[in-house]
């Protein structure tokens, strides 16, 4: 494959944007050459701009759940528009897919619509803070919870690929309220409790991690969090950014029967427009202004666009029960099918997945945190990563993200997909 006007067009986007990209990893930083600019997309497959088609398991890092240009959102969007693109005032729509995010997750009564998972992740440690009167977090190495200050201690996603866990910037003052733990290390997490008597808000955790290759949560190490906060007046919150609408209807509090106190969103729930929410019991939620002291606005939150494209995204999941299902097959099928070629290649690996979230890692043993989310081969992982985009498959450009699966791929595409990885296996 060519990559010419590609690499012409990177040369240019330097020149004005730091580093050519509008966020780090696509910068392809963590593999090497030059990355590769999208002219557009529909269903499972991406058209770039050397003319290239490539099948897409990043899907936007996630909201594609349903394929790229999907029409019922596509077909709302473009109606909106028409009818103006923001007011900055209170819109029918705005409730209507509130009430329905509500009624497809449990134990949330209201839900506030920001603009990104940063924002609702943000929030809602603001939230957190108010309402318990306390400062202090914990939060999970290799958890990425969106850039904020107080989130960029050990993160991962972008921060692992360029090696910078903390990132300058974020004052020590701040830093000092972020208490670290190991993901499924609820020990870690005692020990922390112990020491912080009565002064931690919130435990902050994706509840299936994806940002450092996806971790599924140890048997039990949920539950136990669960309990650890409800004896500690401590809040639990789900970063359901990634989970949230594509695990299952309801997210990770749906698939694990576990309550969170507060749970954020983002990705799927924008249809692919710039989205995130905050969403809590009532109890909680009426803190926030207006009705209480702890403040969060935002002028483009619950912008008509983006509600309209949410909602249209909401309502196909919502009414189409065969979707989760279907995902679950097609990444179980995909699943088996790497695991049979890359034994037969002698390739030394291990496969997480949870439902449609899956990553491949280039170590023999299990990869349960962040320490050893960090020991895979990286250098096998280039390798995998531009075998593939040789032969037409795009994953996602470092070895610390998830593969977001999307229901437009056909099993033809999986098949493709396996062979690609059979002969890319040969010059691992
Ligand atoms: N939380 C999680 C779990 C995420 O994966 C991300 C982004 N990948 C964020 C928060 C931040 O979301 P955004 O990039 O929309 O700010």
Known sequence: MLYKRSSELFVEAN??????????VRAFKGVGGTPIFVKEAKGAYLYDEDGNRLIDYIN????????????????????????????GMPTALETEIAQL????????????FVNSGTEACMSAIRLARGYTKRDKIIKFSGCYHGHSDSFLIAAGSGLSTFGMPNSPGVTEGTAKDTLLASYNDIENVKALFEANKNQIAAIIVEPVAG????????KGFLEALRSVCSENGTLLIFDEVMTGFRLAKGGVQELYGIQADIVCFGKVIGGGLPVGAFAAREEIMNHL??????????????????????YEMLKALNTDPGIFS???EKTAYLESGIQKVLTDANVVFTINRVGSMISVHFDANPVYDFTTAKSGDNETFKKFFHGLLKRGIYIAPSAYETWFITDALTYEDLD?????????????
């Open 101 to 112: 995010a509500v009624s497809m997750v449990p134990n949330i009564d209201k839900i506030r």
């Open 211 to 218: 940002n450092m290759g996806c971790i599924p949560p140890a």
């Open 326 to 328: 279907r995902l679950e």
């Open 60 to 87: 936007s890092w996630g909201p594609m759940i349903l394929g790229h240009a999907y029409e019922p959102v596509v077909n709302a969007v473009v109606e909106k528009a028409k009818k103006g693109t923001s007011f």
């Open 416 to 428: 493709f997909t396996i062979a690609a990885i059979q002969e890319t296996a040969k010059e691992l």
């Open 15 to 24: 020149k004005v944007i730091p580093g050519g990209v509008n966020s780090p």
């Open 289 to 310: 202004a207006p009705l209480g002291p702890i403040y969060q606005a935002g002028t483009l939150s619950g912008n008509p666009l983006a509600m309209a494209a949410g």
